[in-house]
């Protein structure tokens, strides 16, 4: 009889994780480089043989790996990153992976994130251009030119979240292992005058959004109905 309540209870945490996953990805919808959060649930079994009770797990999450639309802007500071890599900027929690190319030069010359992050080279090094020299110039390979002089590379790395991964900020990801440099990967290259945008689709969000609430709604009857059999059984065994 107690089963049945255990099970819808561990059901609602389950929904209401994937329900937090929703909302954060809904919000994210115009966020540039984010990629959506899905969750993955397993079973997980109580006792054996016939007496054996499957409770859902609080799911582990995971990064969608499809790839957002890219928009032209023609700002020379914006890069789009084409195949499967990301780039690389320092930030006071160290090294973070991230999809947004809203790149800018500050007075000293440094490459610089949108959050006023380094962006690192393929060496792990902070991106040292010429402030005399203006907007550098973006070969397909990352490699940056100012006049005829090349002044440096945007660092392009392979790298895999895994489950239950950190985020940092909106679109960043911390990496639980040191990413690898991407080298001679002719899929993967950069665009300037490029930007990712969100890979979430908020129609799909929202009709998962709705799936997510009817099975809440389904949980929670059962759990009232449990404990509406709970109230009988404890009556009638009180009344004898």
Same mark, same amino acid.
């Given at each position: 009889?107690?089963?049945? !309540?255990?099970?819808?209870?561990?059901?609602?945490?389950? !929904?209401?994780?994937?329900?937090?996953?929703?909302? &954060? @990805?809904?919000?994210?919808?115009?966020?540039?480089?984010?990629?959506?959060?899905?969750?993955?649930?397993? &079973?997980?079994?109580?006792?054996? *043989?016939?007496?054996?009770?499957?409770?859902?797990?609080?799911? =582990?999450?995971?990064?969608? @790996?499809?790839?957002?639309?890219?928009?032209?802007?023609? =700002?020379?500071?914006?890069?789009?990153?084409? *195949?499967?890599?990301?780039?690389?900027?320092?930030?006071?929690?160290?090294?973070?992976?991230? %999809? &947004?190319?809203?790149?800018?030069?500050?007075?000293?010359?440094?490459?610089?994130?949108?959050?006023?992050?380094?962006?690192?080279?393929?060496?792990?090094?902070?991106?040292?251009?010429?402030?005399? =020299?203006?907007?550098?110039?973006?070969?397909?390979?990352?490699?940056?030119?100012?006049?005829?002089?090349?002044?440096?590379?945007?660092?392009?790395?392979?790298?895999?979240?895994?489950?239950?991964?950190? %985020?940092?900020? =909106?679109?960043?990801?911390?990496?639980?292992? #040191?990413?690898?440099?991407?080298?001679? %990967?002719? &899929?993967?290259?950069?665009?300037?005058?490029?930007?990712?945008?969100?890979?979430?689709?908020?129609?799909?969000?929202? #009709? %998962?959004?709705?799936?997510?609430?009817?099975?809440?709604? @389904?949980?929670?009857?059962?759990?009232?109905?449990?404990?509406? #059999? #709970?109230?009988?059984?404890?009556?009638? !065994?009180?009344?004898?």
């Amino acid at each position: 009889m107690q089963d049945s !309540l255990y099970v819808a209870l561990s059901s609602q945490i389950a !929904l209401e994780r994937r329900l937090d996953t929703i909302a &954060d @990805n809904v919000a994210n919808a115009s966020t540039i480089g984010f990629r959506a959060t899905g969750v993955k649930f397993e &079973d997980v079994v109580s006792g054996t *043989g016939p007496k054996s009770v499957s409770f859902a797990s609080s799911g =582990n999450t995971y990064l969608s @790996n499809a790839h957002g639309p890219m928009t032209e802007t023609g =700002n020379p500071f914006d890069f789009a990153i084409q *195949g499967d890599a990301w780039f690389a900027i320092e930030t006071p929690v160290g090294t973070v992976m991230t %999809r &947004d190319g809203r790149f800018s030069m500050n007075d000293a010359g440094e490459l610089m994130s949108i959050e006023g992050h380094p962006v690192l080279d393929s060496g792990g090094a902070p991106i040292q251009l010429d402030p005399r =020299n203006g907007p550098p110039k973006a070969g397909a390979d990352g490699s940056l030119r100012q006049g005829d002089q090349l002044v440096g590379a945007i660092g392009l790395y392979d790298f895999d979240p895994g489950q239950n991964f950190v %985020r940092y900020g =909106n679109s960043g990801i911390v990496p639980a292992r #040191t990413p690898e440099p991407v080298t001679d %990967r002719p &899929d993967v290259g950069v665009a300037q005058g490029f930007l990712e945008e969100s890979n979430v689709n908020p129609v799909l969000e929202m #009709t %998962r959004l709705i799936m997510v609430q009817r099975a809440f709604e @389904n949980t929670a009857a059962l759990i009232r109905q449990a404990d509406a #059999t #709970t109230d009988d059984a404890i009556k009638t !065994l009180g009344s004898k």
